[in-house]
């Protein structure tokens, strides 16, 4: 299961009484709420791109996207792919490509007011914001409904679901744990932020402020598995293991490794990468992987012992790569995060 990294996130008011089940008001020129995007008359460009072939070419699926977006940029927790396609989101404004989309094509999906971030669950969407505000969307219907009401705190920058139901939520400087689907919840120091979780075969990894951690007790204790005196980037799922980027305050580069033992020990795969204080993200799709770097999308076909450039670098942006299925989606980004 994907987890879901946050950045800093702006205060947020829901314009509606929190404590009930809400509908969105339908547009009143769609009946089906949701409204079919029409092209600006300069076109929206460089937003975010496709590639369904390996990353061999990519597509500029922008079309139909506000042309603000790419003045204004989309928000690190602002876009995410499933199996449904892609979806960004950027203030109170959210849209949805599908992934088998031949033409590009981009549907408005009702949101929540000023919506502060968004991650996908297996039944559906939910949305948070930093004050500790929740509300989730179950698939196929219009409607935002309060969840974790009873979840003490403030400074939320994760949520996390496990495959066996426990759910996280990360803090400013604390996690929460709940395994009775946020009934009551139990706290936990983390000596900092905690941010991108991925679970695979037991074990629990995610990003913190000292790097990457990892659990194999359902988040009960944690443990340091790299620490270079930076922060962890990202981390994520890949076949057979994990593949992780971290900080490095010694050599002011971000690391690429990669972990085939359940995240106990972990290897370099950027040898052959520029060395870079921004690498965006890694990601694995088929028999590759793929790498969002300043200087472009690299792909490997062996396990990152050599790369290839394949989509150079939009002026002074990083690409960040999501993935749905066997395509991939790349969103240029200033400074990579």
């Known amino acids: 299961m994907k987890i879901h990294s946050l950045a800093f996130l702006l205060l947020f008011q829901f314009s509606f009484a929190f404590d009930q ?114 509300l989730q969307k179950i698939n196929g219907t219009s409607v935002w409904s309060p969840i974790y009401t009873n979840f003490p705190g403030k400074g939320v920058r994760t949520v996390f679901k496990t495959a066996g139901g426990t759910v996280f939520i990360c803090s400013d400087s604390s996690l929460s744990k709940s395994t009775d689907g946020g009934e009551t919840w139990k706290h936990f120091h983390t000596e900092g932020w905690v941010r991108t979780f991925v679970e695979s075969n037991g074990v629990l990894l995610a990003t913190s402020q000292r790097g990457i951690i990892r659990s194999t007790d359902d988040g009960e204790s944690w443990e340091s598995v790299i620490s270079e005196g930076g922060v962890g980037i990202t981390v994520e799922r890949i076949k057979g293991g994990f593949a992780a980027i971290t900080c490095n305050t010694e050599t002011e580069t971000r690391r690429v490794r990669t972990s085939y033992d359940g995240g106990k020990t972990w290897q370099p795969i950027d040898a052959d990468l520029p060395p870079s204080l921004y690498i965006a993200s890694i990601t694995e799709v088929g028999a590759y992987m793929f790498c969002g770097h300043p200087a472009g999308i690299y792909r490997s076909s062996d396990k990152g012992k050599t790369w290839q450039l394949l989509l150079p670098a939009i002026q002074d942006k990083v690409f960040n790569l999501s993935v749905s299925g066997n395509v991939i989606y790349a969103i240029p980004r200033g400074g990579g995060c």
């Open 21 to 134: 089940a809400l509908e969105f008001p339908q547009s009143s020129s769609l009946p089906d709420s949701k409204q079919k995007q029409k092209r600006d008359k300069a076109g929206a460009a460089n937003i975010i791109f496709k590639s369904t072939d390996d990353g061999q070419t990519w597509q500029d699926i922008s079309e139909g996207l506000p042309e603000n977006l790419s003045e204004n940029g989309i928000p690190r927790e602002g876009f995410y792919a499933n199996d449904n396609g892609i979806y960004l989101h950027t203030g109170n404004e959210m849209y949805h490509s599908k992934a088998n989309s031949r033409t590009p094509f981009w549907e408005k999906e009702i949101s929540p007011d000023n919506l502060g971030s968004i991650v996908p669950g297996r039944t559906g969407m939910l949305a948070f914001n930093y004050s500790g505000q929740f």
